[in-house]
C-alpha cells in the first residue's frame, strides 16, 4: 500500500502557494485515512498500523494548520478542522475497538470509484 508522506518544508511562500499545499495535502491524506479504513476494517491492516497512518495524518493537518495561520482562505481552514475531527473520532472509536463508529467517521473519506472501466 502506497501512503502519503506529509511534506515537512519551511512552508513559505505566497497565501496562494499555501492554501494550495493545504488543499493538495487534504486530498492526499482523505485518500490514505480511506484506504487504510477499509483495509482496517476489512481486517487486512492492524489497528497499530491504522493507529500510525491516523496519527501521522493528524500530525500533518496541525503543522499544515500553524502554516495557515495569517491566511485568509477560511475554506480551506474549515476543510482541515473538519478532517482533523474526523481523524478524532476515528481515534476515539478504535480505542472503544469500535468497528462501526471508524466506518461512519470515515465514510465520507471513502468515496466510490468513478472508474467506468472504459480504457484506451
Given at each position: 500500500?502506497?501512503?502519503f508522506a506529509g511534506s515537512v518544508c519551511g512552508c513559505q511562500g505566497s497565501e496562494e502557494e499555501k492554501v494550495e499545499r493545504a488543499?493538495?495535502?487534504?486530498?492526499?491524506?482523505?485518500?490514505?485515512?480511506?484506504?487504510?479504513?477499509?483495509?482496517?476494517?476489512?481486517g487486512r491492516v492492524p489497528r497499530t498500523y491504522f493507529r500510525q497512518v491516523v496519527?501521522?495524518?493528524?500530525?500533518?493537518?496541525?503543522?499544515?494548520?500553524?502554516?495557515?495561520?495569517?491566511v485568509v482562505d477560511a475554506?480551506?481552514?474549515?476543510?482541515?478542522?473538519?478532517?482533523r475531527r474526523v481523524l478524532?473520532?476515528?481515534?476515539?472509536?478504535?480505542?472503544?475497538e469500535d468497528g462501526a463508529g471508524v466506518m461512519r467517521a470515515t465514510a465520507t473519506l471513502r468515496v466510490p470509484s468513478t472508474n467506468d472501466g472504459g480504457g484506451g
Open positions: 500500500m502506497i501512503l488543499r493538495k495535502e487534504l486530498r492526499a491524506w482523505r485518500g490514505t485515512v480511506g484506504i487504510a479504513a477499509k483495509e482496517y476494517l476489512d496519527t501521522a495524518a493528524d500530525e500533518s493537518l496541525a503543522e499544515r494548520e500553524k502554516d495557515l495561520k495569517g475554506a480551506v481552514k474549515s476543510e482541515l478542522a473538519d478532517l478524532a473520532e476515528v481515534s476515539a472509536a478504535m480505542e472503544r
